[in-house]
């Protein structure tokens, strides 16, 4: 069955790094692109990033254009996603979804890790 | 970006009940539109996708509707598993972009 496990989070200072992962299994990984999607405590979906199955194409928010960075190992079924310049704002819980269709990105997110909390705070 | 509101924001109703709920898109977004289930401390189910489409081993008292900038999901007759927020998503244009959600509580 397909399986996405985030790792990765935690309390990190304003201005400060931190990099997220997400380990796929359960489907043909290098055939599907891999999205970031967050939700700050309380509140709604932020779709963040997505990489292609082939990393020619990422696409970011405007709210982390700049500042966050995604990535994947083809070779370990693994997605990253560098975040540098952490804000309070960027406090929610990372989830790693998969795009629902093979090829280039689509948009719709049919399998969903169990997500990692980032906390940014002094 | 494409703005997406939802109505009501919280929908209270009693199981057996038909809820209807609603998703507004501040442009077209043709029939590019997702509704998606999320449980407290869970992640985000998909539900339907392309308006109208249930995804795989969503049952078939949920269905989708619309086009253009105005869409529905209709649950025909709640179940205790049903109460839960519900968003909707587009995929039209870049960014991809969520509705702030409708929760449906029991009443």
């Known amino acids: 069955q397909v399986q996405l496990v985030e790792s990765g989070g935690g309390v990190v200072q304003p201005g400060r790094s931190l990099r997220l992962s997400c380990a796929a299994s359960g489907f043909t990984f290098i055939s599907f692109g891999i999205h970031w999607v967050r939700q700050a405590p309380g509140k709604g979906l932020e779709w963040v990033a997505v990489?292609?199955?082939?990393?020619?194409?990422?696409y970011y928010a405007d709210s982390v254009k700049g500042r966050f960075t995604i990535s994947r190992d083809n070779s370990k079924n693994t997605v990253y996603l560098q975040m540098n310049s952490l804000r309070a704002e960027d406090t929610a819980v990372y989830y790693c979804?998969?795009?629902?269709?093979?090829?280039?990105?689509?948009?719709?997110?049919?399998?969903w890790g169990q997500g990692t909390l980032v906390t940014v705070s002094s | 970006e494409i703005v997406l509101t939802q109505s009501p924001a919280t929908l209270s109703l009693s199981p057996g009940e038909r809820a209807t709920l609603s998703c507004r898109a501040s442009?077209?977004?043709?029939?590019?539109l997702a509704w998606y289930q999320q449980k407290p401390g869970q992640a985000p189910r998909l539900l339907i996708f392309?308006?109208?489409n249930r995804a795989t081993g969503i049952p078939a008292r949920f269905s989708g509707s619309g086009s253009g900038t105005g869409f529905t999901l209709t649950i025909s007759s709640l179940e205790a598993e049903d109460f839960a927020v519900y968003y909707c998503?587009?995929?039209?244009?870049?960014?991809?972009?969520f509705g702030p959600g409708t929760k449906v509580d029991i009443k």
């Open positions: 998503q587009q995929r039209s244009k870049w960014p991809f972009t």
């Open positions: 442009q077209s977004v043709t029939n590019y």
């Open positions: 990489i292609s199955y082939d990393e020619t194409n990422k």
């Open positions: 392309d308006s109208s």
């Open positions: 979804t998969k795009d629902h269709l093979a090829g280039d990105p689509a948009g719709y997110f049919d399998y």
